[in-house]
């Protein structure tokens, strides 16, 4: 069954270092998601992608994250100055259309810890 | 997205339906009502979605009410497995992100 896979599964960084989280969305979606889970919080949605272009943030997403599909494979999110507060499990999500009526998938995560 | 209400916790026996209530009383026509569980803190995993009839599928059915206010999620035969938060979304817009609250903690009783 296609899934969507993310990579690392754990990244540890330095506070104000820059990350790089991957993921490769399933074959044939045209949506792409991400967001995160902060220990013991609700997942909150950050950003959605289609059409190489933001399609919508929430306010979590300010100036320090960036997404991008580099290559037609991979989505990636970056994070250009880390804070100790971006420390958080981060999924991707992609879904084949954009209409209410379809579904998202999800990856199993990169847990990310900034020290 | 309108806002959903669900239990924060309830148990099942091990074999028994589980049957997970959700409120969605402010919930707009075109508003789809979705189901995800995550297990511990893996990413959410995608159960079912209807709009207004009734669905089934390999995992689970979704009873929503005529008015469209509620709906029950149904685990016909609970596993151990199926032990999780489970999280009940009234969504609108396709391209937009889902709005998770804090769902409902199943626990499945040997």
């Known amino acids: 069954e296609p899934e969507v896979t993310q990579t690392p599964s754990h990244q540890v960084t330095q506070m104000g270092q820059e990350v790089i989280l991957r993921c490769v969305p399933i074959s044939n979606h045209l949506y792409f998601y991400w967001y995160r889970q902060i220990l013991g919080q609700k997942v909150e949605f950050l950003v959605s992608f289609y059409n190489n272009e933001i399609s919508e943030k929430s306010e979590i997403f300010d100036d320090q994250f960036s997404v991008e599909r580099p290559d037609g494979s991979n989505f990636t999110l970056k994070i250009r100055s880390t804070k100790l507060e971006d420390s958080a499990m981060y999924f991707c999500?992609?879904?084949?259309?954009?209409?209410?009526?379809?579904?998202?998938?999800f990856g199993q995560g990169t847990r990310l810890t900034v020290v | 997205d309108a806002k959903t209400t669900q239990p924060p916790s309830m148990d099942c026996a091990e074999g028994r339906a589980a049957n997970l209530p959700c409120n969605h009383s402010?919930?707009?026509?075109?508003?789809?009502v979705y189901w995800y569980r995550q297990i511990h803190s893996q990413g959410p995993q995608y159960i079912i979605h209807g709009l207004k009839n009734n669905e089934t599928n390999e995992m689970a059915s979704l009873i929503i009410t005529e008015d469209r206010k509620s709906s029950t999620l149904i685990l016909p035969h609970a596993t151990l497995r199926d032990t999780a938060v489970y999280y009940c979304i009234a969504r609108e817009g396709g391209a937009d992100g889902l709005t998770f609250g804090k769902g409902t903690h199943l626990i499945i009783q040997p």
């Open positions: 999500a992609s879904s084949r259309t954009g209409y209410m009526n379809t579904e998202a998938f």
């Open positions: 402010t919930i707009s026509g075109n508003e789809y």
